[in-house]
């Protein structure tokens, strides 16, 4: 079973700046990493797939980048609703699995 | 869009079945899979299973494997995940996604249906 690490695990940044999260796979995923956005009381959303895919309506201020065991979630210009926990999760081999999240907070 | 049924109590011991009825895609429902995903209070996301819409192929997440089994309504767009032998353990917002069709990434969200698991 591949097991999926974050890093940090809170991370504050002020609106206007970058936040950087990291996800590492215990094993090669190859490019088949999802990142998600997940809010208090709403269904979580999907940000990226395919290490660096973003999904509809996504905006382009959320890149994913990374291969093999490494990913990155880079997350442009923050604004304050961008607060919420993000999570990396592996579709490359059964059972899919998920990192614990970080959570990014917004000064 | 994908809805989902709503909240359940129940005894521990006891089972529960929840629907998750799909609409709203780009291709049939038979083209998609579906993943079932659950968050226990205060903790992250377990994945449990996935079930193919196509073939009914399901594959089960190693702790979950004794004690859930997914299923297809094709004719009426559904998948159910029934989970048996529920513990206060089992509490928690159970979420049904679709998968994209280009990938294997969960694209479409259910609402969540939330089980309480209390005596």
């Known amino acids: 079973e591949i097991v999926m690490t974050q890093s940090p695990a809170t991370l504050s940044v002020s609106p206007g700046e970058s936040a950087t999260l990291s996800c590492r796979a215990s094993?090669?995923?190859?490019?088949?990493l999802a990142w998600y956005q997940h809010k208090p009381g709403q269904a979580p959303r999907l940000l990226i797939y395919?290490?660096?895919t973003r999904a509809p309506g996504v905006p382009a201020r959320f890149r994913g980048s990374g291969s093999g065991t490494d990913f990155t979630l880079t997350i442009s210009s923050l604004l304050s609703d961008d607060s919420a926990v993000y999570y990396c999760?592996?579709?490359?081999?059964?059972?899919?699995?998920f990192g614990p999240g970080t959570k990014v907070e917004t000064k | 869009q994908v809805v989902q049924s709503g909240p359940e109590m129940k005894m521990p011991g006891a089972s529960v079945k929840v629907s998750c009825k799909a609409s709203?895609?780009?291709?049939?429902?038979?083209?998609?899979?579906f993943d079932w995903v659950r968050q226990a209070p205060g903790q992250g996301f377990e994945w449990m299973g996935c079930?193919?819409?196509?073939?009914?192929?399901?594959y089960y997440g190693q702790k979950f494997r004794d004690r859930v089994t997914l299923t297809t309504d094709t004719s009426t767009s559904t998948v159910y995940m029934e989970v048996r032998s529920l513990s206060s353990d089992d509490t928690a917002m159970y979420y049904c996604?679709?998968?994209?069709?280009?990938?294997?990434?969960?694209?479409?969200w259910g609402q969540g249906t939330l089980v309480t698991v209390s005596s």
């Open positions: 999760e592996q579709y490359n081999n059964w059972p899919r699995g």
């Open positions: 709203g895609s780009q291709y049939p429902f038979t083209a998609y899979s």
């Open positions: 996604a679709r998968d994209l069709f280009e990938a294997a990434a969960a694209g479409d």
């Open positions: 079930i193919s819409a196509y073939n009914g192929n399901t």
């Open positions: 094993q090669s995923v190859t490019v088949n």
């Open positions: 395919g290490a660096s």
